[in-house]
């Protein structure tokens, strides 16, 4: 079988999904916000589990890209509207939670190991369950992931495909993203790194804050468009 499958095209399909995914996944998002952000506050353990559900929302991405799904919510006006205005909604909101970001009252590296289930400011770490929550609505509402994977699998994926093998691209999809941003969670939640973010790294979550910011903005402007 895996003769068969480095000798068919499907290799130069995976080959071109990776590198795609691995362009898409390295760039500053909501994504790589939330996890950092989380991560840092919180530790690696809470950073972990937004990952989790970060890679569930992207077999959600999967799921109706390979059932063809994805071009008819692009083609939907009243559908694609519905969509972008929940999505600018929810950034909005993500981006005023990261650029509220106060300066730490705990300053001291004793502290900080001291506070690990709450963060520098006193706000309380989430559950596992609110964690994953929150990594998987904020990729679920993500509607550039949502114009990645249409892209994705309308131009580099063949129609001739078989659907198993678009399902095991979707399945390496989810795990590739869940190891970035798990080991993106390690680097900042387990190292030094993370007491120089917990002392200065309230500016780092009002910079990340403009960023979705301005992707709901794009959002807006995208459904101001789309309506009128």
Sequence with gaps: MLETFFNSPYW???????????????????DFAVVSRYSVRFGARIGVWVSLGIALGILIHVTYSVLGLALIITTTPMLYSVLLLA???????????LLRAKKPVHTTEAEHGNHA???????????????????FLTNGL????????????????SLQT??????AYGVYLAVAT??????????????RLRY?????????????????????????????????
Aim: glycine share 6%; aromatic share 18%; proline share 3%.
């Design 117 to 135: 289930s709450t963060a520098a400011n006193g706000e309380v770490a989430p559950s596992a369950r609110r964690a994953i929550g929150l990594g």
């Design 162 to 167: 078989p659907m198993l093998v678009k399902s």
């Design 87 to 97: 999505a600018a909604g929810y950034f909005l909101w993500l981006a005023a939670l």
């Design 178 to 191: 869940f190891t970035w941003f798990a080991a993106l969670s390690l680097l900042l939640g387990k190292t």
């Design 196 to 228: 120089w973010l917990l002392r200065y790294g309230y500016w780092f979550d009002r910079a990340m804050g403009m960023i979705v910011l301005l992707l709901a903005a794009h959002l807006l402007w995208q459904w101001y468009s789309l309506t009128f």
């Design 12 to 30: 130069f399909e995976f080959t071109a999904l990776a590198i795609a995914h691995l362009f898409a996944v390295a760039s500053r998002g909501p």
């Design 142 to 157: 993500n509607m550039k992931a949502t114009m990645f994977f249409l892209a994705l699998f309308t131009s580099v994926i």
